[in-house]
């Protein structure tokens, strides 16, 4: 069985990873046994395995239930009461929150979001899709599970899953006809390709905002003194479907209607660059996209536009591989990606060097989020003005978002680069709301007096994530959230972020609980800084933004928390005496101690 | 040719193109803290307590390569407490109890936290448990005081071509494992004459039966400060 699951997948050691994920599949968990035969099978150090089993979430040494659930654990979700809900699916099934009930009948945990922001509540089974989850499903879910049915058959409908467009622009209108971008990009040069999307002002729609015509010619023309294209060397196109930042959902969205596009992007790099081999990085989450793809995929080759001598072209050999995450939103960063994808722990490389230089396997690579190749297809397909004409001169074209939280109409907006914020709160029908979050946590929390802001890399950068919260909503609740969520995707690596996000959210809670004091607030901003300067790699450095944009924008939530003295404990006496009790099966009052501040 | 050059507080020193700022610094005489680095190994970067400012940013001194021209703060206020507030993390995150610690005045962490003038732990403790592994006849492991640096993980892997080490898990639940079914040290290949038996820059990774060989108030860092002794051991002796 194992055997036929290592060839499957080619005995590569840079498989590692998708084999794991199939044992999981299979044995639902991955045995200690099986990573010893592994490490055999891929001339593996077995501590790779071993690293690669713990790193990732939807991996685990220790057995899942028959049925897996995931309540995405997102704060769109907990606006819909998800927390709730999967204490009451504990609670009728008498299984614990992160174990498996003995049985080995069910396990039940909470995952970081879903993508699925716009109708959630929202949960994974067996890697399954559960959208709008409410009191009712999960008591027929509870019975379900305890009777053993089988997925396919309970009501459809709870897997449905609504792309919810609510307003398509220059990507999301109309259809590319297929190849017919592949067909222009054929008649030109490699340094005309990167003209052209150079001339478009095109750049990158994963955050980071990078000009991907200038990272396309640096991974074709290789490091000072390289031969440009040189085509004795390796070049690989990635496609970053990673998509894990909280609020976003716009790259399920696009692989769902657009995938051929995505695909023809990826394709026009190839020919520009010179590389012969292509992936798509699908978060796990979105494993339920991952048929439809390959069904894509399949038609591009019967029609010529992948595989080799690409419509017709001597020596146009390319084709697009998908690898699957895992559950770990640091392999949406580049260079842990590419690590992810060699079948390693996702830990950040250190640059310089850059993935376009040494990238996959050490081999030049370009990295692009999704919306950007849809992009990159289009413009080759309808030239750089069609997308100069949206816009402003720094951010030209548009940009696709993922709206969710307290607004009538959530779902996808494609809007014009340059649109103020306050525009896209009345079209998504958010009234006089409390703050938003734009660009999921690692962005930038705006207040009501500044909803004129512009979207655009000149002021309000964004990877598409929209997050909006009414008056009603605390805000403190919204920032310690967060603030969890980097300490627990936090890859480990780094000291400043493994260590001080946790602590953050220490005193976080702290604070939010009632306990802080002045000199907490204090103590928060100094780390912060610390966290922010010193981490590694990109999620350290924004982890505490939630906690210091809302700080500065709302002291005064934080400060009505706070008590008046100066100094309380960050120790909890009659906390650490828990084990003790529990050890000597006391519960009176002397086996208790109070603490004054 | 023309001779590289950069600053490191305001003091000139050369180069060669292939050094770090911590080997250019090292080898001119400049004391940078690190505890993941070590001459003899790939830089790793993951400690951060060699996190210098270059040309106004901050950067680490161990992974970034030296460049004509830049401007390196190295021995500033603020690059002090930032590292002292770094350090106090590692020492929370773990177990370190160093009167009671064998390798106490060989520790570069302890050192290291001497050195940077360290009076507290600061932040409040995670006390985690912590496996212990006395399972090999001469070499034990006490992962209480493990800081992650990996050096024992690639000095396995690149020297001894062993890869007996690594690290699992992730955030605060990486920790150390071994290349074992039994998760047993005494299960792996890795022999008392090993590299990486040796690397260990705290207590974590302990050669039995030599705990007290030399008396505490004789060693090392009770001599040397970190800052002499560590710019010895890069220089190569
Ligand atoms: C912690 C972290 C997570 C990231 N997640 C994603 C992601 O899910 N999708 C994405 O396209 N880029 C993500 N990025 C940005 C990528 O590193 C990279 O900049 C991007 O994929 C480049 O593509 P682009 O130039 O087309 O935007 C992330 C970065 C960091 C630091
Ligand atoms: S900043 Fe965080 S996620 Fe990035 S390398 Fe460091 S520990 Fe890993
Ligand atoms: S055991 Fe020692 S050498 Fe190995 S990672 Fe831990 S602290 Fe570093
Ligand atoms: S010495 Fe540079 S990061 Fe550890």
């Known amino acids: 069985m194992l055997c036929e699951i290592v060839d499957r997948h080619g005995g590569q050691a840079t498989s590692l990873l998708q084999i794991l994920i199939d044992v999981q599949m299979r044995f639902r968990h991955v045995p200690p ?63 614990k929150l992160g174990e498996t009930r003995v049985d080995d009948a069910v396990s039940i945990h909470l995952t970081s979001c879903t993508g699925l922001s716009d109708q959630g509540p929202a949960a994974l089974v067996n890697g399954h899709v559960l959208t709008r989850l409410d009191g009712d499903r999960i008591v027929q879910m509870a019975d379900f599970i305890d009777q053993g049915m089988d997925l396919d058959t309970w009501p459809k409908n709870w897997f449905k899953v609504e792309d919810q467009v609510q307003l398509a622009g220059l990507l999301l209108e109309g259809e590319l006809p297929l190849g017919a971008s592949l067909e222009r990009a054929l008649t030109l040069h490699p340094a005309d390709i990167f003209s052209e999307i150079d001339r478009s002002g095109l750049r990158g729609r994963g955050g ?51 995938a051929q596009d995505v695909f023809e992007g990826m394709t026009v790099c190839a020919k520009a660059i010179g590389a012969q081999h292509g992936f798509i990085y699908l978060r796990g989450e979105y494993r339920y996209l991952l048929d439809s793809l390959l069904r894509g995929l399949k038609v591009r080759r019967l029609r010529g536009l992948l595989g080799r001598n690409i419509l017709g072209v001597e020596g146009f050999d390319f084709d697009i591989e998908i690898h699957l995450g895992a559950g770990a939103y640091i392999c949406g960063e580049e260079s842990a990606l590419i690590e992810s994808l060699e079948g390693k722990p996702g830990h950040p490389r250190n640059r310089p060097p850059y993935p376009v230089t040494h990238g996959y396997l050490g081999q030049p690579t370009v990295v692009n989020n999704v919306e950007t190749f ?6 080759m397909a309808y030239g750089a003005d ?3 004409s949206v816009g402003t001169p720094e951010s030209s074209g548009t940009k696709i978002l993922s709206v969710s939280g307290d607004c009538e109409r959530p779902g996808i907006y494609e809007v014009p680069f340059g649109s ?32 004129e802001r512009i979207l655009g890399f000149e002021d309000l950068p964004t990877g598409g994530s929209m997050m909006v919260f009414s008056q009603a909503r605390d805000v403190v609740a919204i920032a310690r959230s967060f603030t969890h969520f980097f300490a627990h995707e936090s890859c480990g690596f780094c000291t400043p972020c493994r260590v001080g996000t946790s602590l953050l959210g220490q005193l976080i809670d702290k604070i939010a609980e009632g306990h802080g004091t002045p000199h907490d607030l204090i103590e928060m901003t100094q780390l912060a800084a610390i966290v922010k300067n010193t981490s590694h790699c990109g999620l350290g450095q924004t982890a505490a933004h939630p906690l210091m944009q809302t700080l500065e924008r709302f002291p005064e939530r934080y400060q ?34 109070t603490q004054s501040g | 040719m023309d001779q590289k050059t950069l600053t490191i507080d305001g003091v000139e020193l050369s180069f060669d193109p292939r050094q770090t700022i911590m080997e250019a610094a090292a080898a001119a005489g400049v004391y940078i803290p690190h505890l993941c680095h070590h001459p003899d190994f790939k830089p790793h970067g993951s400690c951060k307590l060699c996190t210098v400012k270059v040309n106004g940013r901050f950067a680490s001194a161990c992974t970034l390569p030296a460049a004509e021209g830049q401007e390196v703060l190295n021995k500033t206020l603020e690059l002090n407490q930032l590292r002292t507030r770094i350090t106090q993390m590692l020492f929370v995150e773990g177990n370190h109890f160093c009167p009671g610690c064998e390798i106490s005045g060989h520790c570069k962490l302890q050192a290291t936290a001497y050195g940077l003038g360290m009076l507290d732990s600061h932040f409040p403790h995670f006390y985690p448990a912590r496996r212990v592994d006395a399972s090999h006849p001469d070499i034990m492991l006490d992962l209480d005081r493990c800081i992650l640096c990996e050096l024992c993980v690639r000095a396995s892997r690149d020297m001894d071509g062993k890869s007996v080490f690594g690290i699992a898990g992730r955030g605060m639940e990486s920790h150390l494992v071994v290349a074992a079914e039994s998760g047993a040290l005494v299960d792996t290949l890795i022999e008392v004459s090993d590299r990486a038996a040796h690397v260990c820059p705290v207590g974590a990774i302990l050669i039995k039966h030599t705990a007290y060989e030399k008396p505490i108030g004789q060693r090392r860092y009770d001599h040397h400060p970190i800052q002499a002794a560590l710019l010895q051991e890069d220089q190569g002796d």
């Open chain 1, 33 to 95: 046994r099986i990573m010893t035969a592994l490490a055999g099978m891929l001339h593996l150090p077995r501590t790779q395995v071993e690293a690669v089993v713990e790193f990732y979430r939807f991996l685990s040494v220790t057995s899942v239930g028959r049925f897996d659930v995931r309540f995405s654990d997102s704060v769109t979700d907990h606006l819909l009461g998800s927390r709730d809900l999967a204490a009451r699916l504990c609670q009728r099934l008498g299984v």
């Open chain 1, 208 to 258: 980071a905002g990078f000009k991907t015509a200038a990272k396309w010619r640096f991974c074709y023309e290789g490091e000072e003194g390289a031969v440009p294209g040189d085509p004795t060397i390796a070049r690989y196109v990635v496609c970053n479907a990673d998509e894990g930042e909280p609020g976003t959902f716009k790259d399920r969205v696009l692989l769902s209607r657009n």
């Open chain 1, 374 to 379: 849809a992009a990159a297809a289009r413009i």
């Open chain 1, 386 to 388: 069609w997308f100069l």
């Open chain 1, 420 to 451: 103020p914020v306050s525009d896209l709160l009345r079209r998504c029908g958010a009234d006089d709301p409390m703050g938003v979050q734009v660009g999921g946590p690692s962005g930038t929390f705006i207040g009501p007096d500044e909803f």
């Open chain 1, 560 to 593: 009505e928390r706070l008590k008046t003295l100066f100094f309380e404990p960050g120790f909890d006496l009659d906390g650490a005496l828990e084990v003790s009790r529990q050890m000597t099966g006391r519960e009176d009052a002397h086996a208790h101690l």
